[in-house]
């Protein structure tokens, strides 16, 4: 599970002035003394904090990845269908993004950037794989509930998420399609009809 951070108002500051000059400028151009003179902290509260500029990067992303599991796990929490469950993954991520377009940018341009520094890797490959574990153990109930007809989860998986990515990437790039609540239902009912009838 990625780790938690600190997430007192300084520690928030420094986060926010971060994302905001990294997304400006890149890492490599940016400076700690832009950092703290954007968040209005001493260097020494951020030496404090995050030990070093690579320190604070590392945090940035530990914490969107964090907050990304967090989400996938309360949307799967409790006994209701898949249907219902999905259909909240769907929302949180649709309305995360609206919220928060310029973090989700920042992280899909981590994703592609080459090279990518190895905290990028560690941070990601744990988050994501726990997320899918998570998705997995719920498509997985609701084949043993009968909710949904048996089939490979790995390819539902990626059916799922891979609409998800998709609908992201589009709105990222160039803000369509629009990240309703009823694109998000309409997209797991299309997926689902698949499933409930063994297509």
Not at 12 to 40: P, Q, W
Not at 147 to 170: C, K, N, Y
Not at 185 to 191: A, E, G, M, N, R
């Amino acid at each position: 599970m990625p780790a938690e951070i600190d997430r007192s108002p300084s520690v928030l500051r420094f986060l926010d002035a971060a994302l905001e000059l990294f997304s400006e400028k890149g890492y490599d151009a940016t400076s700690v003394r832009e950092i703290c003179e954007r968040a209005g902290i001493t260097r020494p509260t951020l030496y404090y904090f995050f030990k070093s500029k690579e320190g604070i990067y590392r945090a940035l992303i530990e914490d969107a990845a964090a907050e990304f599991h967090q989400q996938i796990a309360q949307c799967l929490e409790g006994e209701e269908t898949l249907e219902r469950k999905f259909k909240r993954v769907a929302r949180t991520l649709f309305g995360d993004a609206r919220q928060r377009a310029q973090r989700w940018r920042f992280m899909f341009s981590l994703v592609w950037a080459t090279p990518r520094m190895p905290v990028v890797d560690q941070v990601f490959h744990s988050s994501y794989c726990h997320a899918m574990q998570l998705l997995g153990s719920a498509l997985e109930g609701a084949v043993a509930r009968k909710e949904i007809a048996p089939g490979p989860t790995q390819v539902r998986l990626l059916v799922f998420m891979g609409s998800m990515g998709e609908a992201l990437s589009g709105y990222l790039i160039t803000g369509r399609p629009d990240l309703t609540d009823d694109l998000a239902d309409s997209l797991v009912d299309t997926i689902l009809h698949g499933w409930k009838t063994g297509v």
